[in-house]
């Protein structure tokens, strides 16, 4: 398994843009698919989006399709969101995962190995 480590969330106003890092352990980065999922307070946990290994298939929740972009770069074993036209009910705890595969799901509960999530709150 890879370990996962979020970055980038804070505080922002509604229409802003916030960038998310994930940087995973290890050499095999480029096996995984990887996934970004969020969770607000009393709701469960969703889907966000989603990147192939290879990074040329991606899939995204309709709440965030045409304002959140997922990336990744596999010779620095990190994956991105590009969070634009931020809403304050994109507010959450943002969760990057892996899982050994080369395209992912939407299932949170098929990937194998999560980071320890990062707070984005938007006011309007």
């Known amino acids: 398994q890879v370990q996962l480590v979020e970055s980038g969330g804070g505080l922002v106003q509604a229409g802003d843009s916030l960038r998310l890092s994930c940087a995973a352990s290890g050499r095999t980065f480029y096996t995984y698919a990887m996934g970004w999922f969020r969770q607000a307070p009393g709701k469960e946990r969703e889907f966000v989006a989603t990147?192939?290994?290879?990074?040329?298939?991606?899939d995204y929740a309709d709440s965030v399709k045409g304002r959140f972009t997922i990336s990744r770069e596999n010779n620095k074993n990190t994956v991105y969101l590009q969070m634009n036209s931020l809403k304050p009910e994109d507010t959450a705890v943002y969760y990057c995962?892996?899982?050994?595969?080369?395209?992912?799901?939407?299932?949170?509960?098929?990937?194998?190995?999560w980071g320890q999530g990062t707070q984005v709150t938007v006011s309007s």
């Open positions: 995962a892996a899982e050994r595969t080369q395209f992912a799901n939407r299932l949170a509960h098929d990937f194998n190995s």
């Open positions: 990147i192939s290994w290879s990074g040329r298939t991606t």
